[in-house]
Every structure is written in structure tokens, then in C-alpha cells.
């Protein structure tokens, strides 16, 4: 359905300008190639006008989906996020393969990824120690000094005049090089025996061990491969569990998994690690000059001569025009050519990338007057009272600068709300009452922020309510912008939608058999979609779709009040009691009362269950991560932590009555509080525990991470907000820098 098209990018086939692709809002894409350039421009304006997609500050055109990726640089807004620090290193090379023509629908044109750790072989791992990073301002064949002789000397003696000079008679990315990767897991290991007359490669060449792969790119003179992005989000790339035959070395060792280094005990420790390498400090003050060899001004020219650089010209765009060539013998010839050369991205810059803003610049948490001395005073940064006594159920931080209203929405158990606006230099600032005391520098409690609480203008829902359900975090949900809530348990079996302005209801939304009983919410990055799920008692979720433009749930405004969901997901036998919605993966993860936890796809396709360990049967509490780390708390103390391809990955079991979990964007961090009034935060990967809060005075029942994941908002059963500061990266460096 075209209003299912989220973006559309022009892509090049063998280095032509004559492809497209398209991203749909199920989290799939696909790519045509056409005959020629005038074709693209007319299927462009046959399809919707949506341009590249939202998320990367640019103008939903369908000029911007013909522009070209010099162009599509240029015009984003995505270098200053990412000097910025609000977008990774790995968000950030996603983008530039992106716009580059890198995708994953065509192996010739894999998004490329450097490697940035040179060190396979110690037992110990040392992320503090520059020997262990690999120099990003040189190709892979220059880091060599005596293989970069070689290549130089070959550039410098050239005597072909049938074709320009080069260092590198291979590439850093072809398909050969992406199916050697990815030979242990499907589609790819179909792809890699359809191109190899249906034999895997001889045992000695098959990617078989980590360390060797990075040896051979330093020694061997045919090999100058780069990385793709799998090495930093996929470890089931490195376990041959189809139990293919590979073969035997040479050295009589059978080809299986793939070796890992000593410091990495498990695939999962190994992708892990290798992300937190990229994410180092000493690759984001290094990368920008890895991008001017791959993306930049280093890619072509004299500086590529320079930087011993040169690829065979039939990498470069621009180097044939296949329409020229009539002869149908010479043009399959030329094109074998390109696909077995591999292709160089489109240049996108001319001069040098601007480096990422130093971490300690960015990084400094803005106490303002709250200089505290003793640690109670160091964490928490002010401390919220309202009148009504009421349990805070249910916080949303949504704080993005750019909102109509940043703010932290509570509602109580009483159904009360108040939005609390938010100021990045401080934190909470209320409307009538913000105050410090600042003769001694402490926060002191402070007046409600509902504005006229009272008369039509009380924020409170009085709507009936199941008697029946409790009144928790999972009854609410706070669209991304504040502008309304989400609210469930009615009696009608309905849920229902109000103003945060007006405190009105504005829509009543059914379609369940029963009570529901519990939302969640997730945003898409690419296309800007915005899911709601809904849980009940029947045992069945249902998935709609909420329209920022019409501010209803469903996609046709004329038929608000009767919504279609897009999905129906089946499979529990009992009451849901718990659902987290990952736009990005198009996933949902959902708890019932008993039993295993599901996941299904966004279009209703139950995909596997969750099976805990022995006495985890219970679910209560899910937090998934955007790039599919999923953490369970199940009853009596319980939690686990899955792979979003249902591994079990740690378990662990604390004495605490859990109510609230929440990870860090990253899921690297995990932040539990419970009804002993305890903050305390844990490595997700191993439940490794980083930090404890001073207690508080009263049971914690739900937090939020602002925006800038630098302060944690709870709500407490006393009816309290309490914030706290909150520094991962801190953490990061006193706990994660050996393995």
C-alpha cells in the first residue's frame, strides 16, 4: 500500500544512477533498478511525497528523494547530532552508508564499518589503552608500514595504459567479502552457495576465526577488507548453528564457530565489547578521518593518492557508462567486472569531516545552584510534592528541547495528572512554585504544577474504572509530544484518549472482548510512525496506529470513533499484564499472567516465545531497547535478560519488590526501583551491579530517563517525584573498561 511507504531513496546498480528504494513502515525495504535515469524521476513522482523519511532533518520532497547524496549531506542535520553527541558513532556511519548507496539489499553495496580494535589475541581487554585501537586516519592496507611500501611502490611503477593506476587490485566491500561474513546464517549462506556452483569455500579461506581475519588484512596483499555493520549488533553471525559442513584447515582444525577472541567468552561478549570500542573515545575523536578515507575528501583524487587510497577505477562512480556500450558481450563482461571489483560509495564531502565535540565538553552535568556535598545531595536534584497524597503510578520524560512543551507528565493512582515543564539548564521548573533554597544549596519541596486544579479545569479523570484493576504504570501512556494521555482499565472495555491542555477526553477507543489492561508506546526513527498496543484480559493485544496530524488513533480521522488495529496478536492464554512495542525492530513483546512471554512483528505474526528459566513463569515488568535487548522482571525478584532471537542471555533474583525497570537507550544499563524506595542500576549484559541510590523515603512506582539520559524522574508511592542525576558513562568507566 503506498500509505505504507515511509521513504524513498535513489540508489545506483553497478554504478549507475538508475535504482530505487523503498522503506515501508513494517520495518521492510525494497530495491528496483530501472532502465534508465529517466524512469526513476517519473516512478518518484508516482509515489507518495515523502522524501528520505524523517529522521534526518530534512523536507518531506520528492525532490529530496532525487537529490544526490553529496546533496542529501549537506542539507541533514545529522553531522551536528552526532558532534553533538545525540546520535552514536554507529547511528551515524548508518546514515552516511545510507545516503552513500549502501544498503542491504544489495551485497555489491554493503553498508561498510571500520574495524577499530587491533588487539585478538590477549586474554585481559584494556579499553583504556591506545594500542588496542587500530589508527582510523589510514586505509587497511597503509597500517602495515611494510605492506604499505608494497602498495606504494606498485601506485609509483604503473606501466598498464589500459587502465589508471591503483594500491589495491581488491576492495574493502564486495559481495564476496559480505557472503564470507555472514556464511554461517541464512539467506546468506543460500546466496554464498548459489555464487559458488553450491560448494562452501575452501576450509583455510572460510571466515573461521576473528584474530586470523584481522592478521590476514595486515599481511596477506589481496585482503583489505573492512568490517560490516553485524560485527557490532549480531552475534549469531559467529555460531555455525545450522551445523554446516565446513570443512577442515589445514592445520586439522574443523571450521565451526568462529574462533572468538580469548577476552570475549561468548558471541554476545564479543559484539558487545567491539560496540563499546566504537563507541570509545578513542574512536570518536579518530573517526571523522576513517570517514574521509571511505565517504570524504580522501576517496578520490590527489589526497586518495596521498593516503595510499586508489582502487581499481571501476570501483569509482562515474568511471563507465554502461548505456555506451552496445555490444551485449562487452557490456555482461564490464558488469561482472564491477560486481567482482566491488563498488566505492559515493563521494559525499570535498573537504575534511569536522571531528565529534570532546566528551568532556558535552558531557558535564549542569548542577546550577545544586553544588551538593555529600552523595544524597550529589544524586538527587530536587524533590517534587503534590497535596493529593496519591501514588505517582506513571511518568513520562518526554524533554526533547524542540517540543511545544518539554515536559515530565505524572498521573497519580487517583487518576490525577499534572504536565511539569521541564528546563534543560536545571531540570523541573514549576509553574507556580519552582524554588531552592539557596543559602544552603538543597532542594526543597515545592508546589503542585497543575494549574488550576480545580472547577472544569481539574486534571483528573473521573471516568469509571473496572473496579477489579489495579491502578499501575502499564494503564498509562503519554504521547511523545505531552499532548495527550493514554488511559486504560475502563469498564466498557474501552481505552481512552484525553487532552493534557483541557483535560477533555477526546477519543474512546474499543475493539477488545474484554477489559483492557494494559499500553505501551514506541516511535519509529525512520518514518516517524508512532504505535500504540493495547493488552487485555481476553488474552489478545491489539496494535493501532496513532496519527500525530489528526491526533486520533487510526489511520482515517472521519472514523475516529470506531478505529480498525492494524494487527490482532494472539498466543497467551491468560490476562496480559504487561507489552513493550520496539517500532524500530517492528516488534512487540508481551507478558501475561502466566506463562512464557511472546513476541510478535508489528504485523501480527507471532515469531517465538520467551521461555524463562525454572520458576520465572510470572512476567510483570518488559523493557526492550531499540536495538533489541530485552529485559524481564518476573514475581518474587526475578528478572532476565533475552536476545531478541529469544537466547537467555543472564539471569539474575533480588530481594526487592520490583515496580519499575527501565534500560538506557543504549540497553547497555539497566535501572530498577521498587517498594523499598531503592534506585539502583545494573549492566544489563550480566546483571552486574554499577551504582546504589541512597534510599528514598517511600516505594518507588514508575521512573522515566530524560531525553539526554542525564537524569532519572521517579514517582513514589508517597506521591512524590523525585530526580536524580544520573551518569552511565560515569559507570561505564569505573566498571567496563577491562574484560
Known sequence: MFSEIRAVFSRRYLLQNTALEVFMANRTSVMFNFPDQATVKKVVYSLPRVGVGTSYGLPQARRISLATPRQLYKSSNMTQR???????????????????????????????????LTNYESEELDLTLPGNFRDLSKPIGALNPKRAVFYAERYETWEDDQSPPY???????????????????EPFTTFFLNAN????????????????????????????????????????????????????????????????????????????????????????????????????????????????????YLTYEGSVNLDSITDPVLREAMEAQIQNFGQT????????????SSAMHLCFLPQSPLMFKDQMQQDVIM????????????????????????????????????????????????????????????????????????????????????????????????????????????????????????????????????????????ESYIGGDCYIVSGSRDATLLLWYWSGRHHIIGDNPNSS???????????????????????????????????PCLVHTITGDLLRALEGPENCSFPRLISVSSEGHCIIYYERGRFSNFSINGKLL????????????????????????GDNGVVEVWQACDFKQLYIYPGCDAGIRAMDLSHDQRTLITGMASGSIVAFNIDFNRWHYEHQNRY
Open 561 to 595: 470513533d470506531y478505529p480498525a488495529p492494524r494487527a490482532v496478536l494472539t498466543g497467551h492464554d491468560h490476562e496480559v499484564v504487561c507489552v513493550s512495542v520496539c517500532a524500530e525492530l517492528g516488534l512487540v513483546i508481551s507478558g501475561a499472567k502466566e506463562g
Open 197 to 312: 556452483d553450491g560448494k562452501f569455500d575452501h576450509p583455510d579461506r572460510t571466515f573461521s576465526s576473528v584474530a586470523r581475519s584481522w592478521r590476514t588484512s595486515q599481511r596477506d596483499t589481496s585482503d583489505v577488507k573492512e568490517l560490516i555493520p553485524e560485527f557490532y549488533y549480531l552475534p549469531e553471525m559467529f555460531v555455525n548453528s545450522n551445523g554446516y559442513n565446513l570443512g577442515v584447515r589445514e592445520d586439522e582444525v574443523v571450521v565451526n564457530d568462529v574462533e572468538l577472541p580469548p577476552w570475549a567468552k561468548k558471541p554476545e561478549d564479543f559484539v558487545r565489547i567491539n560496540r563499546m570500542a566504537l563507541e570509545s573515545e578513542f574512536v570518536s575523536c579518530q573517526l571523522h578521518q576513517w570517514i574521509d578515507l571511505i565517504f570524504g575528501y580522501k576517496q578520490r583524487g590527489p589526497e586518495a593518492v596521498r593516503a595510499l587510497n586508489v582502487f581499481h
Open 383 to 522: 524533590v517534587l510534592k503534590f497535596p493529593s497524597n496519591s501514588p505517582v503510578t506513571h511518568v513520562a520524560a518526554n524533554t526533547l528541547p524542540h517540543l511545544t512543551i518539554p515536559a515530565v507528565v505524572t498521573v497519580t493512582c487517583s487518576r490525577l495528572f499534572a504536565v511539569n515543564r521541564w528546563h534543560n539548564t536545571v531540570g523541573l521548573r514549576g509553574a507556580p512554585g519552582y524554588s531552592l533554597d539557596q543559602a544552603h544549596h538543597l532542594p526543597i519541596e515545592m508546589d503542585p504544577l497543575i494549574a488550576n486544579n480545580s472547577g472544569v479545569n481539574k486534571r483528573q479523570i473521573t471516568d469509571l474504572v473496572d473496579q477489579s484493576i489495579q491502578i499501575n504504570a502499564h494503564c498509562f501512556v503519554v504521547t511523545a509530544d505531552n499532548r495527550y494521555i493514554l488511559i486504560c482499565g475502563f469498564w466498557d472495555k474501552s481505552f481512552r484518549v484525553y487532552s493534557t491542555e483541557t483535560g477533555k477526553l477526546t477519543q474512546i477507543v474499543f475493539g477488545h472482548w474484554d477489559v483492557v489492561t494494559c499500553l505501551a508506546r514506541s
Open 650 to 673: 543472564a539471569q539474575m533474583e533480588i530481594n526487592d519488590s520490583t515496580r519499575a525497570i527501565l534500560l538506557s537507550s543504549d540497553g547497555q544499563n539497566l535501572v530498577t526501583g
Open 167 to 185: 594500491h589495491y587490485n581488491t576492495h574493502y566491500s564486495t559481495s564476496t567479502c559480505t557472503l564470507s561474513w555472514l556464511v554461517r546464517i
Open 82 to 116: 552526532w558532534q553533538r553527541r545525540e546520535i552514536s558513532n554507529f547511528e551515524y556511519l548508518m546514515f552516511l552508508n545510507t545516503i552513500a548507496g549502501r544498503t542491504y539489499n544489495d551485497l555489491n553495496q554493503y553498508p561498510v564499518f571500520p574495524w577499530v
Open 345 to 356: 560509495p559515493s563521494q559525499l564531502l570535498i573537504e575534511p569531516h569536522p571531528p565529534r
